[in-house]
């Protein structure tokens, strides 16, 4: 006779488990603890089988007619459901989560990127927590969008970076084949306005010396100062190794730069003498500015911990208007450009690849002409901070 819920709901357990049938061979197993799990108990090429369709209640009398159904028309079809079963169960424990994509998107990919380890943290900060122990397969371009609007009610542009790091990370994954497809397409990014924040002659100075006052790791300060000098990018300043520098030289090597030149930056004296502080904290370690961190005590600073330095001390330093590591490099430029330098040199001094034709015809080294543009810029800055100016009276020609 077939069951009914209330007979099923009134199932009490025995000292050993025991099975009701309800008809073609689904049945009701209690367990002694009380545990009611539906089964079907069928014969498949003659031999006798049993496999677990789910648990009452969460599996209703009715669910359980339906998995049943679908099983025995797979077993009247030469399909074993129990086996299929058994295999899905075995692949899903095998499937990656998403901590398990992570780790293998950095080791096939993300560690041979200059952004690698800064890409990975956007990850483990936001994404990680919220994801590590879920199958990679089973995130849904939903979870990414709730994830994205969290993030991004705190830090609109973090947001944005993020999103681009799981488009490439899930991209990675239907590549190896780990998921069928990407969840993160067909998300929109928010488009950003560029950054125009240049420090003022006032803030230079605030920076400046607010820099000694501020209770931040020495060698931070110099890379921002370095930065400010040399008009380079955060990270290019943060990497620096003591193999780099030659002279009044510093060879940045292609795999270190974002357009993939090597780029020769001229060190004039206040860059050298901010290398040469940097030499007592470095501690005859590899990186001109050498991480405080007892635990990473061989790696270099980190750009994050540059911005959160600034975030920290701007308005101990004076400063009342927000600004990042980036945009002293901005500042550098813009001042390039208010002293005479010409745009093609200005570019050059940053690292900037020419466009056009000029980037397949023209292949100038223009080292004199950087070297120039940067000791006019030192020198524009000694006058704005109030120091002595280097070579007083030489005359350089900027054009």
Request: some cysteine; charged content about 30%; glycine content about 8%.
């Amino acid at each position: 006779m077939a069951l009914t819920d209330l007979q099923v709901k009134r199932l009490v357990p025995r000292e050993s488990r025991f099975e009701v049938l309800d008809g073609k061979g689904l049945a009701v197993r209690v367990a002694p603890t009380g545990t009611k799990t539906w089964i079907f108990r069928y014969l498949f090429e003659g031999t006798p089988r049993r496999m677990s369709l789910g648990k009452y209640p969460s599996m209703t009398l009715a669910e359980a007619r339906e998995a049943h159904g679908k099983a025995l028309a797979d077993v009247e079809r030469g399909i074993d459901p129990g086996a299929v079963a058994t295999d899905a169960k075995r692949a899903r424990k095998a499937a990656p989560t998403f901590h398990d994509l992570l780790e293998e998107f950095w080791t096939r990919e993300l560690k041979a990127t200059k952004s690698g380890p800064e890409r990975k943290r956007l990850v483990e900060k936001d994404a990680l927590p919220a994801w590590r122990t879920r199958k990679a397969k089973d995130i849904t371009r939903r979870d990414i969008v709730v994830l994205m609007d969290e993030v991004r009610d705190r830090a609109p542009i973090t947001a944005n970076r993020l999103l681009g790091v799981l488009a490439r990370m899930f991209n990675f994954a239907a590549e190896r084949g780990i998921i069928e497809n990407s969840p993160a397409t067909h998300i929109r990014r928010p488009s950003e306005a560029p950054r125009v924040r240049v420090l003022t002659d006032d803030e230079l100075r605030c920076f400046w010396f607010g820099l000694d006052k501020a209770d931040m790791y020495p060698a931070t300060r110099l890379v921002l100062r370095m930065i400010l000098l040399t008009g380079q990018r955060p990270g290019e300043v943060t990497g620096m190794t003591w193999g780099e520098v030659e002279g009044e030289w510093w060879n940045i090597p292609a795999t270190r730069m974002k357009g993939g030149q090597a780029h020769r930056v001229p060190l004039t004296p206040l860059s050298l003498e901010v290398i040469e502080q940097a030499r007592r904290y470095s501690g005859g370690r590899p990186f001109v500015f050498a991480s405080s961190q007892q635990a990473t005590r061989s790696a270099s600073i980190t750009v994050h911990s540059l911005s959160r330095g600034v975030l920290r001390h701007r308005v101990e330093m004076g400063i009342t208007e927000h600004y990042t590591p980036h945009d002293l490099r901005r500042t550098c430029r813009t001042r390039l450009a208010e002293i005479g330098v010409d745009d093609v040199v200005a570019e050059k001094v940053l690292g900037h690849q020419l466009q056009g034709i000029l980037k397949v015809y023209n292949r100038h080294s223009y080292d004199t002409e950087k070297r120039a543009a940067l000791l006019a810029w030192e020198n524009r800055l000694r006058r704005i901070l109030g120091l002595e100016i280097e070579g007083a009276g030489k005359v350089i020609n900027l054009r």
